[in-house]
């Protein structure tokens, strides 16, 4: 039996457009309902029927729904959560998709303090935005983790794994200040890293900006890609799991002053050690599925 018969997905970007692409995949008997705040991603939603309906405001969208899943920068999750409730029945239960779960549980358990709220996390995505930019399969191996609130009943948690298996996600439970922690390291440092030194690459005055993109191939590109994605978006997961970021950065700084030292006192052996250890963790990524076996990503050239 289906987890969910009627389905309301709230903002149809990468990862809202991937999940109704995903549901209609592989729950095509689940009625969908979509909303967006953006008018002009409604009407590319329509255009391309990514759903059964959609609809023009958060509370019509949701007022028969079994599920919701809100796909919508974390920065707005508590605030479209508060607009839709109430409309929402008494029996629905509400998910989210956002990239930091402890304040995003919070603010949703402040919102709809009756529902079942089972905060998750689908570690999937791309650089990308917008409806156009999602597909079926972003979820497929990819893990999903939830972080249910101390009160969520077990059948609703259920629940919902079951709705991301069928997804092909895998599922894992996490406390919330956990999972915020742990992305803070593999997901938000990286990205804040990424779009620094690509800040610093564009701001530099000895090398012109043609030269930058010129030899990009040498590293820098792979940064470029992470530092493409949607500034809505990370602008509010840095504000929002701000204590863990700094943390994890505090870290960072200390273990890149570490290698400034070295270089500068020509500690060879410390770089090569590090420097094994680190390719090792690569092999580890690819050997779990998490990254694609060929060189350079799989890039032709
Ligand atoms: P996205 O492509 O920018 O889509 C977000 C959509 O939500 C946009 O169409 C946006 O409309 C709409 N929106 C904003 N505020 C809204 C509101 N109050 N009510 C209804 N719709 C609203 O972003 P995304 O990458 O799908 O990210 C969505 C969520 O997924 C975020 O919480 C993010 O943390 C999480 N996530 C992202 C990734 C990733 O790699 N991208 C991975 C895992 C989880 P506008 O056009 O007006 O902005």
Known sequence: MLPFSRIAVVGLGLIGSSVVRAVREAMPTVHLTGYDADPDV???ALRLDL??????????????????VLCVPVGAIGTVAGELGPDLPAEAIVTDVGS??????????LALPTHAIVPAHPVAGTERSGPEAGFATLFHGRWCILTPLEGTPEVATERVAEFWRRLGAE???MDPDH???VLAITSHLPHLIAYTIVGTA????????SEVIKYSAGGFRDFTRIAASDPTMWRDVFLTNREAVLEMLQRFSEDLSQLQRAIRWGKGDE???LFTRTRAVRRSIV?????????????SH
């Open 42 to 44: 409604r009407a590319t």
């Open 51 to 68: 759903c059964d309906d959609i609809a023009d405001t958060p509370g019509a969208a949701v007022i028969d729904a079994d599920l919701v």
């Open 100 to 109: 930091c779960k402890a304040e995003v549980a919070r603010a949703l358990a």
């Open 171 to 173: 599922v894992e439970r």
């Open 179 to 181: 999972h915020d922690r």
């Open 202 to 209: 564009s701001d530099l005055e000895e090398v012109t900006q």
């Open 271 to 273: 770089l090569f050690d």
């Open 287 to 299: 050997e779990q599925g998490q990254d694609d076996a060929r060189e350079d990503f799989g890039r």
